[in-house]
């Protein structure tokens, strides 16, 4: 049976490879997902009741606007036994119609049940999501395919990463 570690990592893999079957694994049957959005780039709706919308607003209507996402949970991992856990997060992506980079950060407060070993309610604060032109694209793409996945350390952010002032400006607010 999963822990808390291993539902979060089922989300991220169905999140960024388009695979809504893994949120089985993840979420329960009636979970709850609220969204906190501080950005106009970007747009979810504030709350969706059940593993189906999420499914649907996370992973299915997500990969049909998004491609090459790369999500990270940033800083230590949850433990064995834990069931609620809050944790930066670190997204680099491309837009499908128009191939620029997105390269976004904010929190991820997660509730699991222990009994049943999978989340009952995620809310996602969207801090901020940058549009970077598509030139952009593939030194973004490259650093972020280099980073330890999905789990990375705050110092491992820094290694390479592009020299682009957007992407500062994230490594320093994630640095906070």
């Not at 709350?47 to 999500?71: C, M, W």
């Not at 996602?124 to 952009?136: D, G, K, Q, V, Y």
Request: net charge negative; proline share 5%; hydrophobic share 40%.
């Amino acid at each position: 049976m999963p822990n808390l570690k291993d539902a979060i990592e089922s989300y991220l893999y169905a999140k960024d490879g388009n695979r809504p079957h893994l949120l089985t694994d993840a979420f329960a049957h009636d979970a709850s997902l609220a969204m906190t959005v501080k950005t106009a780039a970007i747009a979810f709706p504030q709350q969706s009741q059940g593993r189906d919308a999420i499914a649907s607003v996370l992973v299915s209507d997500f990969a049909q606007k998004y491609e090459n996402v790369y999500t990270f949970c940033v800083g230590a991992m949850p433990v064995e036994e834990q069931c609620e856990f809050s944790c930066d997060w670190l997204v680099c992506m491309t837009e499908k119609g128009t191939g620029a980079a997105r390269i976004g950060y904010g929190r991820y407060d997660w509730t699991g049940d222990s009994q049943a070993r999978c989340m009952t309610h995620l809310h996602i604060t969207i801090e901020e999501m940058a549009t970077l032109p598509e030139a952009s694209a593939d030194s973004l793409l490259r650093w972020a395919s280099r980073l330890p996945y999905p789990w990375c350390a705050r110092e491992s952010l820094k290694v390479d990463a592009p020299d682009i002032d957007i992407v500062k400006h994230v490594l320093a607010q994630l640095a906070r």
